[in-house]
Nanobody, 115 residues
C-alpha cells in the first residue's frame, strides 16, 4: 500500500534553510494534489503549502516569499524548500497526497529553528 515518507527535517539556526522531501512508495498512481501541513505544540495543524497536479501552488501567508513547494510527478515526491527560517517555523511537518477523494499522510518530520 502507498506510504509517504518524509525526510530533511532537523535543527537549524534562524535565517537558515532546510529542504523537506516526501516520497510516495508502494503506489501505482500519481497523487493529484500534494503538500505540507505543520503543527506546533499547543497549536492546530495548519496548511503550509500545497501544489496541484497542474503545478498550481498555494502558501500560508506566514511563509510566502520564504518557502517554495515543488513536486516530481515521476517520483511521486513533493519538496518544501524553506529559507529564512524563523523560530516560529518550529513544528512537526506532515506531507499529504490526495487521490480520488482520499488523503494519505506522512509520519511527520521535526523542524526546529533556534534563535
Amino acid at each position: 500500500q502507498v506510504q509517504l515518507v518524509e525526510s530533511g527535517g532537523g535543527l537549524v539556526q534562524a535565517g537558515g534553510s532546510l529542504r523537506l522531501s516526501c516520497a510516495a512508495s508502494g503506489s501505482i498512481f500519481r497523487f493529484h494534489d500534494m503538500g505540507w501541513y505543520r503543527q506546533a505544540p499547543g497549536k492546530q495543524r495548519e496548511l503550509v503549502a500545497g501544489v496541484s497536479s497542474g503545478t498550481s501552488t498555494r502558501y500560508a501567508d506566514s511563509v510566502k516569499g520564504r518557502f517554495t513547494i515543488s513536486r516530481d510527478n515521476a517520483k511521486n515526491t513533493v519538496y518544501l524548500q524553506m529559507n529564512s527560517l524563523k523560530p516560529e517555523d518550529t513544528a512537526v511537518y506532515y506531507c499529504y497526497g490526495d487521490w480520488a477523494g482520499s488523503r494519505s499522510w506522512g509520519q511527520g518530520t521535526q523542524v526546529t529553528v533556534s534563535s
